[in-house]
Nanobody
Framework: QVQLVESGGGLVQAGVSLRLSCAAS????????VGWFRQAPGKEREFVAA????????LYGDSVNGRFTISRDTARNTVYLQMNSLKPEDTGVYYC?????????????????WGQGTQVTVSS
């Protein structure tokens, strides 16, 4: 069993940076792949980024590629999402999720555990 808690969201202006954290409980978290997703009002939850259990492979959604960076700190059982050059269209609830297979995954269905989410609002 893995429990995930996101933090770091907030209200910011366009162009600034924000770093989200996903803290996990559970001794086996280091063996999980981790993804970030986001959901804007009235829209489906979309893939943002993912990292493999080793941290050696990462994957990004087209809309954030080059602006966002996913990383993990195994000692702290935490995965981060560094978000730079934020845009109003980045607004939404950001969720982290853990995948027992340990690989990078784009599909929501691949993930076994989800956090409660953290709100990010980017004003223009």
């Amino acid at each position: 069993q893995v429990q995930l808690v996101e933090s770091g969201g907030g209200l910011v202006q366009a162009g600034v940076s924000l770093r989200l954290s996903c803290a996990a409980s559970g001794r086996t978290f280091s063996s999980y792949g981790v993804g970030w997703f986001r959901q804007a009002p009235g829209k489906e939850r979309e893939f943002v980024a993912a990292i493999s259990r080793s941290g050696g492979r990462t994957l990004y959604g087209d809309s954030v590629n080059g602006r966002f960076t996913i990383s993990r700190d195994t000692a702290r059982n935490t995965v981060y999402l560094q978000m730079n050059s934020l845009k109003p269209e980045d607004t939404g609830v950001y969720y982290c999720a853990a995948d027992k297979s340990g690989v990078v995954a784009v599909s929501r269905g691949a993930y076994d555990y989800w956090g409660q989410g953290t709100q990010v609002t980017v004003s223009s």
